[in-house]
């Protein structure tokens, strides 16, 4: 094994991962040796420079694939390419994600229906699709994106709080049928990580409480993270390296916090 790219010719597919924490997991995967299939939305020329960017640091080969994650098609298409493409799937990272703050009485339908496809349905679409090629090879590692919502609530995010939830009761689910394949399923429940999804939840957060944006970050955001830190990129990477290694085939439908002690009060 090359202790420099551990993850040399294995093939990973991470959903959103043109921002944000996508993007830093796809960028570590790549880092260890990972061939990548890229999946977001948003503008094609940033998306290609990235492609190029992670194509030229890392010496991999990195596509990228624009299936809507509200489109059941188009995610099963983009599975199928990514087999196609690196003729196998050893790493699936169901990672897209939105948000929408508001009252349970004024949440609007079309945001409800949009999170729950989004934030839970897309999983079981990527999962679906992903471990036949997964059980062919006898190596597998589905690592979902959940939250410290997958486990606690918080109010006016019931959209959130509630695909969340379900997608720990998914990554249980399929850990157990898939545990005697050689591959696992987990999830990683990160608190708050300073990515464009957070901050675009500061403005309705502090519209939706009465007050300042400041006092949305300290009171509101980092009040329930006792390390008073923003969770990092890298303590992402890191556990999700952990996990797709030999050294993780044994944590299987697990929830895994890293929330600075959130869950834990
Ligand atoms: P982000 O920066 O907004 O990134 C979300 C990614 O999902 C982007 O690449 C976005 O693409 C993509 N996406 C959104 N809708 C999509 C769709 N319909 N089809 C395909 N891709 C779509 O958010 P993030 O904070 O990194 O969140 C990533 C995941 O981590 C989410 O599941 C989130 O719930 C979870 N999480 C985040 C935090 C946090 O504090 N940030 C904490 C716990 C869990 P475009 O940008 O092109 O739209």
Redesign the pocket.
Known sequence: MDRQQPLLGRAALI?????????ALAEALASAGANIML????DRDEIEHIRTRLTREHRVTVLYHD????QPDEIADLVAQTHKAFGRLDIAVP?????HVSSIEDFPVEKWDAILA??LSSAFHVIRAAVPFMKDQGFGRIVN?????ALVASPFKSA?VAA?HGLAGLTKSVALEIAQHGITCNAIC????K????EAQIGPTAKARGITDEAVISEVLLAVQPTKAFVQYEQLAGLLLYLVSDAGASVNGAMLSIDGGWTAQ
């Open positions: 959903t959103g991962s043109t921002s944000g924490i996508g993007l999946n977001g939305l948003g299936a809507d994650m509200t990672n897209a994600g939105i948000q989004i934030n994106m959940a939250s410290a919502h959130y969340k990160p608190g708050y990580v990515t464009p999804l957070v």
